[in-house]
Structure formats: structure tokens, C-alpha cells
């Protein structure tokens, strides 16, 4: 078990959000730092995953591991994230379809893209495995299965040359910005609701930041003296969300992408503005660390357990929602079911680690 | 409605539409039973529509409509001018449109709502290329699916926007006013792009029939249409009119409810097929509409519609207050 350090703390805090914010029009929701910002915690998400590559694919020299063995770590990491999705959407289909059910309500087969798996269970079971039929709130995982898949091409690029990766990746961010290009759905029509073909310059960006990050003092300094950039691209950040003033995504000139504020495709707005909280807040946890206490353990405990705490995570905000719902919902409510799901991500958290201490009659220790 | 009421309103609109229609049949009109005449849409007020559906036979079923999807025209539409359609019509390029909702996602591969939509608007305008793109939505429009809906549209370019509404932000229990306010700001957005918009309400649920926040969810989309001027229609007084003809008592595993959620896709295609059609030749062909008062729409022939140069001032049968 790792010590608490910062990256499973805000991967932690993370989690937390997404949980929240994935549990829509409950009161806690306008409470997250997600309603102050262009970005929101999915970045953090992914940004942190490409920074924890840079950690997993080294010794703890700093010296990188075998090629071939980097390879096949984040191909094994890749398999376990495919699992979890395919695992966790099976598992929230039959929580909607169940729910349905008991409520004979046939309104909550049109849950957030659940839609078309049950008008049209042929072709979607099809695109389920593919990863291209994706419910709402359950498409952060397909991309990451995506990233993680490419990862190596970027990893092993990085290791001959960082400038090179990095501008591979810039390369493909604006070619997808200026050219639309996305996954696409199926059977539904559209595209994936996160562009892997942006997102990936942030696991990149994460990636290479680590690196450069343990390596060059320059860039220590330098990302010291940039706080107060970072402060005020924050503190504009809160004014145009809270004033809701966003580029008009119709009278923007072309290429549109370059301009809006958009998720799907991380447009430069919201990565600007993601760059600047990094800057912001990066040493931030070493001043809230010793003055949390309990609560920083408890978020770099979700933060270590990432997979099983953003998996579970998923199916209880899903839990709430279908809770709030049969409800009605109201402050009691909200109490009751975001209370509970933190306890309960805490618990799978803490579960997790006991069962890899717990040894296993099929592995016997060595 | 009683029928003699409903006679003397259709006689009277006949009345008023009479001058600005040429007096020859349309071999165009898309109503195959050319016995039954103009085509009614009355709209009864609020109070009727929302609370005590008609006994069957009270008002004339929309024959236009296959047998199973046949509701009267005040169950299923108001009709409002679609200017941006109607310019495509007239500079005969194909008419674009975006159709958005949870009915939306995942339903392009086979024959269902989106794919029929295209089908049916094709058919109820000849010679008129349509062009149907379909996206679901995620998100409420209170809170970020709207913003995504402007993102879609810049990115499409649609003459039309159809965007079924409400469902989410149901699920979700939005605020109503919330719900409202987000969705009127959406509207007229899109509006004041020079596109049109139909607004589609969400489905009816015997088990939600009795739930006020529901159905002042569907109340504040019938509200939003009404003051922006846009179609809306009435996918859930459309199901609750069709789930009240005989679908009780079939003994299927899932109740006769789940079975309605797969008639009312197929249905709403048509509905909304219906509702443009009628939009579309409704702003040239009836020259009064208030919200007091029902009126009657005669479908007159396509030239007629699409040779307007001039428009009149928009006309909206909503439903009375």
C-alpha cells in the first residue's frame, strides 16, 4: 500500500466529484468545483492516469522498466478497465430495466442513452462489447480503455524523445479539433461524448509532466512563479461559469472547435483552464494534507483504488439517481444517498486493499 | 368536444380559408381516405387535455395515421409557422433535419424512430429531400444538455430541430421552473439561428398519471412551445389517448404499459411526421388562430405552400388558457 501522497489525494477528490456531479439535481451538485470552472474533474481524472503511467512504467530509481514489459502493463491494464466497463454497464442496464419493473415505468427505459439497448437489443449488444453504444454518466471508462490502448505508442516514443511524443499528441489534439474527428457511435448515430482523439493529449501531458517534473528543476521553478497566472485563469474560470458567458457555438468562426466550450472534444478553453488550476492548486496539498486529517486518508484511499472505487462509484450514483427518482428526491434524500455512497466508496476502497492483503489459496506465498 | 361544436368550427375556418385556397383537389395531400376532407386539429383547453381524456369517438381520429397510431388532432399537436423548413421548400434544397432525445439514441440501425421519420416526412413531402440526423442526449437541459444541444447544432447546421424533451430532467426531479426557464432560453436560442424547432413531451406512464411534478414537467414544455411560437407534440397525450383504446387485458409478461413504450416510438414518427406537415401548410392556409378559441386547419395543396412569398404573421393554436 502506497503512502498518501498527492496524486491519490486529488484523484480521490476526483472520484468524489464525479460521483456527485453524476447524481444530477441533487443539492450537493452545485456545491462541487466542477460548477466554478470551464473543466471539470474528468480532466483531473485523466490527466492523473497519464501521470500515474509515468510512475507505474518506472522503477523507483526513476529508471524505466523493460520496453516489453511496459508494454504488456498497460495492456493488462487495459483488459481490467475493458472488464470493468463491460461489467458496470451490464450491471446498470439491469438496474434500469429492474427498476422499470418494479415501478412499471416504462419512462426509465429512456434513461440517458439506455434507450436503444432495449428498442434495439441486436445491433446494441453489438456496440455494447464494442465499447460504441455507451450509456450517459458510463462513458468515461470506453475512453480510457482507448487511451490506455495507445498508451504505448506514446510511452515508448517518449523514451527516444519527450519533444516527440509530446508533439505527436499536440499533432493529433488540433488535426481532431480542426477536422471533427471522433469515434463514432453504433448503433446510434453521433460520436463517443469523449473524444479520444483529443483526451489523449492529456494522459500525454500527464505522462511527460511527470517525467519533466522529477527531472527539471527549471520546470519546478518555473511552475512556482506561474501560480499567479494559474490563480487568475481560475479566478476567470469562476466568473464565466457562474455568469454563464461562453463563446456562441454558431457565430464562432471556423474552425469551430478552436473556440467553443466544449467537453466532448476538450476544446483549448477547457484545457487552458485546466492547465491554469494545475498551476493554481500544485502545492496545495501540502498544505491541506496535516490539516485534513481523516478526510485526506480517506481520499487518497479512493485515489489508490481507483478502477473499483470509479466503478462502484458509477452504480451508486445510478442507485441514487433511480432513488431520487422513485423519492422525489429533496434535501433528506440527497443526505441519505450521497452519505451513504461516500461510506460505501470509502468501504470499497478499504475492501480492495484487504483482499490483496488477504492471501489467496490459488497464489501461495513464494 | 362535442361534434356539432367541432362542425361548426370546421365550418367556420373553412370559411375563413377559403379565400386564400385555390379551389382544386390536392392529389399531393398526404390523407389516403380522401372521403373524410380537410384534416382537423382543435385544440380544447389546457384543462381538457391535460385531465380528462375524451370518450373515444368525441372528436374525429387523424385517419392520416396508421390504424394502431390514430389519435384525434387535439391529443397529438399544436402547429405553429416552421420558416426556416419552409425556405428550404422553396429554395429546393433538401431540408435538414436534426432529431434529438432519449427515443434518439441507438435507433439508427433499424427500422425505428429516427430511420421512419425520415421515411414518413419523405412521404408526406413529395419530391422534398430529407435529410434525418439523430443524436441522443445525455445530461439535463437545466443543467449542461443544453449546452451540448447548441454544440450539436453548430456543428449539424439543421433547418429543424426536433427535440424531445423532459425526460431526463424528469428522471432527475429538476426543479420545474428550472427546468423551464433553461429550456424557453434553449428555444430561443435556436430560434434566433434561423431555425425551427418541434418540441416533442415526454412519454405517458400509467404509473406516473398521477404524479404533479411529472405532469407539470409536461405542462412546462406545452407552456415553453406556447410563448416561443414553435410546434409541440403531445407524444403523452398521444399515449395516454392510445393506452386508453383496448391495450389493457393482453396478459403480456412485461404489462401492457412496456408494449406501449415500443407503439409509442413507432407512433411518434408518424405524430411528428403530422405535426410538421401540418405546420408547414398551416401558416399559409388559416389567416386566424387564437388561443381562445379551436380553430380548423385545411391541408391545401403543396404549391400553395411553398409559392408563399410573403408570409403571414405566425399563427399558434395552443391550447387555451
Known sequence: MREPNAIDFWRGLALVTIFVNHIPGNTFERYTYSQYGISDAAELFVFLAGWSIGIATRGRDGRPEPRGRSVLRLLSRTIEVYRAQITTMALALAMIAGTALVLDNPLLLEWHNAGGFFADPIQTMVGFALLTHQLGFFNILPLYVVLLGIAPVFVLLARVSRLAALALSFGLYFASLVFDWNLPSWPGEGDWFFDPLCWQLLLVLGFVAEDWNRRSPWLRTWSVRLVPVGIAIVVTGIVLSVLEIRPDPVLVPEPRLLFTFDKTYLTPARLIHFLGMLLAFQTLYAVLAPRLGPVAGYLTGLGRNSLAVFSIGSLLSLAAQLVRFWTGGGVFVDVSVVGSGLIALGFTAWFVEWRSRKPRPSSPPA | ?321
Not at chain 2, 429554395?91 to 439508427?108: D, F, H, I, M, Q
Open chain 2, 1 to 321: 368536444m362535442a361534434l356539432p361544436q367541432a362542425a361548426a368550427l370546421l365550418a367556420a375556418s373553412l370559411t375563413l380559408a377559403a379565400p386564400c385556397l385555390p379551389a382544386r383537389a390536392d392529389p399531393a395531400a398526404p390523407a389516403p381516405t380522401g372521403a373524410t376532407g380537410p384534416a382537423t386539429v382543435v385544440s380544447p383547453p389546457k384543462t381538457a387535455v391535460m385531465t380528462a381524456p375524451g370518450p373515444e369517438g368525441a372528436e374525429a381520429l387523424d385517419v392520416t395515421l396508421s390504424p394502431e397510431c390514430r389519435v384525434p388532432g387535439s391529443k397529438l399537436y399544436t402547429l405553429a409557422r416552421l420558416g426556416a423548413v419552409k425556405l428550404a421548400l422553396t429554395e429546393k434544397r433538401p431540408v435538414r433535419v436534426l432529431t434529438v432525445g432519449s427515443s434518439s439514441a441507438g435507433l439508427g440501425a433499424s427500422a425505428t424512430y429516427p430511420v421512419k421519420l425520415e421515411t414518413a416526412l419523405e412521404r408526406s413531402l413529395p419530391d422534398v429531400d430529407v435529410v434525418v440526423e439523430s443524436r441522443g442526449m445525455q445530461g439535463e437541459i437545466a443543467s449542461g444538455a443544453a449546452e451540448r444541444l447548441r454544440n450539436m447544432v453548430a456543428e449539424i447546421e439543421p433547418d429543424l430541430v426536433i427535440w424531445q424533451v423532459g425526460t431526463h430532467d424528469a428522471l432527475a426531479r429538476v426543479d420545474a421552473e428550472d427546468f423551464a426557464n433553461a429550456l424557453d432560453e434553449t428555444v430561443q436560442w435556436i430560434k434566433g439561428h434561423e431555425i425551427d424547432v418541434v418540441l416533442v413531451t415526454p412519454v405517458y406512464t400509467a404509473s406516473l398519471a398521477s404524479d404533479a411534478y411529472y405532469i407539470s414537467l409536461v405542462h412546462k414544455v406545452q407552456a415553453v412551445a406556447a410563448r416561443e411560437g414553435v410546434p409541440v407534440v403531445q407524444r403523452y397525450e398521444a399515449m395516454r389517448y392510445l393506452s386508453g383504446q383496448g391495450q389493457k387485458g393482453e396478459g403480456h409478461l412485461l404489462g401492457s404499459q412496456f408494449r406501449l413504450n415500443d407503439l409509442g416510438l413507432r407512433c411518434m414518427a408518424e405524430h411528428v411526421t403530422r405535426a410538421i406537415t401540418l405546420s408547414l401548410l398551416q401558416a399559409d392556409a388559416v389567416v386566424t388562430g387564437t388561443t381562445k378559441a379551436p380553430a380548423a386547419v385545411i391541408v391545401p395543396p403543396r404549391d400553395a405552400a411553398v409559392k408563399a412569398t410573403v408570409p403571414p404573421p405566425p399563427v399558434l393554436i395552443a391550447p387555451g388558457d
